[in-house]
């Protein structure tokens, strides 16, 4: 493919399989289906995943960034407040897509094969993915974006956990992780490896333009048919890559520094109805200065404003998705879900940590050297840059919460849940407030499609679904969770039951615990004075962990 070619060009192209790729072409609108559910009878459903997005980062959260089409499902729809995530990646990817705890699943922690069951890097057999569930209900099954559930990538690696082999008619996006958003590395159609891109390619609108296209042609070709529609962001994960025209809109908006800034969110989230007001808003991290005193502001504020034109550009892709299928006559009858993968990402770039840098191409496609690390010397933002936004940004982001991304306090694994579906809920801009957690996703879109869960599948025995559905809460009703919610990622332990948090920071880290109603930044430890509550919750974990494979546990990361 020719570097000449304009990306809504490329787009048309890869949509129709014209890269010489026949398993492209062959497998374009070929669904497998055993049945077609009538017209109207079951919704489109759409769900969205964003990458390393902060809690009150969107606009109906809280956030001063302009997410007006978030914002529009939002107020059209439903969020709930009090839903979690697994505080990182690859694992809330194999839990939302199995409904199932990760470590189930067989991604209990990163792509690297530990050799123990729950941490072997790729999906095991013992699952099966919603799309592999709808697709036997009738529905055709499309995906764009972000795979990362199998240490099995591009070019020549068996390709058994990827997506038209886990239930997807058609993808496009990455197998891998994170990458350049100008030049990602694993790009790929269906099986197949793209291997140059066009001079405008810019991820995220490639991921969100072939999400449109999808729908766009899926109705051309087979209107009827219901489709399920998973579109997974990279945005904003590291690095901090934007188009300059989306970072001019928030220039200046961060000179007021992260005091202020965690200041004004947590006063709009109070109005709004996010947080409580007795909620106390967590102190800055002892790690980041005051912003009186920070010696680069600039740079610093630069960092903020091109992490805001990200998600902002996000933003606007998801306008587009929600356009197509408004122009197919859709819009009314598709669940659509939106959510975080984990709480903002604190990782700093520094040369003394090879690791983050191993990720950081070393020429841009022109052939410029790429310059990587967080120095006040490399403005981010263009393709030969590649840096994060840092502690002292996700700290904002994850207002008014504790710790970060890949913690599970709940700056960690506390999401933003958006849903709209305006056949089915009739609420409008309301809040649900119950906990939820990832494993609820599965459950409920089986129920609002009317797919049946195996018990088998390609001669395996399945593990049950973990969580609950969702559905009750649509129409105000208290969902019927009788389990706690469970939660482990790197030794970083936790339980929410009822209004109660039992958490621990590491493996060595003392149990914590909390009343979410009236603290749920967790600022107040009741862990000496319930010593008999420690103990109970602590000893559900513990079980959990042994059912669920969490235990063995690897002996290093």
């Known amino acids: 493919m020719p570097l000449g070619c304009g990306r809504r060009e490329f787009i048309r192209k890869i949509s129709y399989g014209s890269f010489g790729f026949a398993a492209a072409s062959s497998l374009l609108f070929t669904t497998g289906c055993s049945k077609r559910p009538k017209k109207g009878k079951s919704p489109d459903i759409v769900l969205i995943l964003a990458d390393d997005m902060g809690y009150s980062d969107v606009g109906s959260f809280g956030g001063e960034i302009q997410t007006p089409q978030i914002d529009r499902l939002a107020g059209n729809g439903l969020r709930f407040t009090q839903f979690y995530n697994t505080s990182r990646c690859c694992p809330t990817r194999a839990s939302l897509l199995t409904g199932l705890y990760p470590h189930q699943a067989g991604i209990g922690w990163m792509m690297q094969d530990k050799g123990l069951e729950g941490y072997r890097g790729d999906l095991n057999a013992r699952n099966v993915t919603i799309a592999e569930v709808l697709k036997q209900a009738g529905y055709a099954t499309f995906m764009s974006g972000k795979w990362h559930v199998t240490r099995f990538g591009p070019?020549?690696?068996?390709?058994?956990?990827?997506?038209?082999?886990r239930g997807f008619d058609r993808f496009f996006g990455t197998i891998g992780g994170s990458g350049s958003y100008f030049h990602p590395t694993s790009l790929t159609i269906d099986n197949d490896p793209i291997t140059a891109v066009p001079s405008d390619f810019y991820y995220t609108d490639a991921i969100s333009d072939q999400a449109a296209r999808f729908i766009d042609d899926h109705t051309h070709s087979r209107g009827e048919q219901p489709f399920f529609l998973y579109v997974a962001y990279t945005a904003p994960h590291w690095p901090l890559h934007a188009l300059e025209n989306d970072i001019s809109k928030y220039k200046g908006k961060y000179d007021c520094g992260w005091d202020a800034l965690r200041e004004k969110r947590h006063a709009r989230m109070i109005e709004m109805g996010v947080v409580e007001e007795n909620w106390?808003?967590?102190?800055?991290?002892?790690?980041?200065?005051?912003w009186g005193v920070e010696e680069n502001k600039e740079w610093q504020a630069r960092r903020m404003e091109v992490y805001a034109a990200m998600v902002d550009r996000m933003?606007?892709?998801?306008?587009?998705?929600?356009?197509?299928?408004?122009?197919?006559?859709?819009?009314?009858?598709?669940?659509?879900?939106?959510?975080s993968d984990n709480g903002g990402c604190a990782e700093e770039f520094e040369?003394?940590?090879?690791?983050?840098l191993n990720f950081a191409p070393k020429t841009t496609r022109d052939g410029r050297p790429v310059r990587s690390g967080n120095l006040p010397s490399i403005l981010p933002g263009p393709e030969d840059t590649y840096t994060s936004y840092g502690i002292p940004w996700a700290n904002a982001s994850n207002t008014p919460f504790r710790r970060y991304k890949s913690w599970v306090h709940e700056g960690g694994i506390a999401t933003p849940l958006i849903v709209h579906w305006p056949a089915r809920i009739k609420a409008r801009s309301e809040f649900r407030r119950q906990p939820g957690h990832l494993i609820d996703v599965m459950p409920s879109i089986i129920e609002a499609s009317g797919a049946e869960y195996p018990l088998r599948h390609h001669g395996t025995e399945i593990l049950p679904m973990e969580g609950i559905s969702l559905l009750p809460a649509f129409d105000g009703r208290p969902p019927a969770r009788e389990k706690p919610i469970f939660f482990e990622h790197e030794g970083n332990r936790a339980l929410r039951q009822g209004k109660w948090k039992l958490v621990a920071a590491?493996?060595?880290?003392?149990?914590?615990?909390?009343?979410?109603?009236s603290d749920r930044t967790e600022t107040v430890d009741l862990a000496s004075r319930h010593p008999d509550l420690v103990s109970e919750l602590a000893a559900q974990w513990q079980a959990w962990a042994g059912r669920t494979h969490v235990l063995p546990r690897p002996e290093d990361f």
């Open 155 to 165: 070019p020549d690696s068996p390709k058994h956990n990827w997506p038209l082999q």
């Open 280 to 290: 106390k808003r967590t102190v800055r991290d002892a790690r980041v200065p005051p």
């Open 315 to 339: 933003d606007q892709g998801i306008g587009r998705i929600v356009s197509a299928l408004e122009k197919a006559g859709r819009l009314e009858n598709t669940l659509i879900l939106f959510l």
């Open 351 to 356: 040369f003394s940590n090879p690791w983050f």
């Open 506 to 517: 590491g493996w060595e880290g003392p149990w914590e615990l909390y009343d979410l109603e």
